[in-house]
T-cell receptor, first 116, second 114 residues
Framework: AQKITQTQPGMFVQEKEAVTLDCTYDTSDQSYGLFWYKQPSSGEMIFLIY??????QNATEGRYSLNFQKARKSANLVISASQLGDSAMYFCAMREGTGTASKLTFGTGTRLQVTL | NAGVTQTPKFRILKIGQSMTLQCAQD?????MYWYRQDPGMGLKLIYYSVGAGITDKGEVPNGYNVSRSTTEDFPLRLELAAPSQTSVYFCASSWRGRAKNIQYFGAGTRLSVL
């Protein structure tokens, strides 16, 4: 079974609108972390936002927020007021447990295109 | 701040050749990682290190070797390049001791094996 599932290969959103990128995860650990990364066409991986499994409030970082629904095992990324510069690939990732190494498992990504 | 630096940015290898992908970080992070990203896919972990002298296999280690003699450097070695190793390689580092343990990535090395 996939540990991280991103079901939207591609999304379009108009500039200044909000968009939600879906991510569901599968783990039996009680302690885990969820991350979103942005990969623009230049190729680098940019950290956006983090949600810990014990965090009671949804994480927010500027225009990014994470809609964390633990019972549903979903961690959707919400981008408000989209900008042309938001056009990129977006990856959801999970870190399981509290072991000695914080290995990440990535989803296959969602390509977001922001239009005028 | 340099962060995580990877060299080279691009490389073309012939089948059977060897090369080392370099990775250096200046954030005094204890953890370092190597990932590969195949077209249209997410990243897969090749090897990781929790400190100097300590390395371990990730999900896709076959065909690669690593070493970590210093905190700063974590080179990835390809001994006998194969077309299946055509990919984009990312190095990352993080600091254990902070709850989030965010991984910060280098700009990547695009490798083609022909």
């Amino acid at each position: 079974a996939q540990k991280i599932t991103q079901t939207q290969p591609g999304m379009f959103v108009q500039e200044k609108e909000a968009v939600t990128l879906d991510c569901t995860y599968d783990t039996s650990d009680q302690s885990y972390g969820l991350f979103w990364y942005k990969q623009p066409s230049s190729g680098e991986m940019i950290f956006l936002i983090y949600q810990g499994s014990y965090d009671e409030q949804n994480a927010t970082e500027g225009r990014y927020s994470l809609n964390f629904q633990k019972a549903r095992k979903s961690a959707n990324l919400v981008i408000s007021a989209s900008q042309l510069g938001d056009s990129a690939m977006y990856f959801c990732a999970m870190r399981e447990g509290t072991g000695t190494a914080s290995k990440l498992t990535f989803g296959t990504g969602t390509r977001l295109q922001v239009t005028l | 701040n340099a962060g995580v630096t990877q060299t080279p940015k691009f490389r073309i290898l012939k089948i059977g050749q060897s090369m080392t992908l370099q990775c250096a970080q200046d954030m005094n992070h204890n953890y370092m990682y190597w990932y590969r990203q195949d077209p249209g896919m997410g990243l897969k972990l090749i090897y990781y290190s929790v400190g100097a002298g300590i390395t371990d296999k990730g999900e896709v280690p076959n065909g690669y070797n690593v070493s970590r003699s210093t905190t700063e450097d974590f080179p990835l070695r390809l001994e006998l390049a194969a077309p299946s190793q055509t990919s984009v390689y990312f190095c990352a580092s993080s600091w254990r001791g902070r709850a989030k343990n965010i991984q910060y990535f280098g700009a990547g090395t695009r490798l083609s094996v022909l």
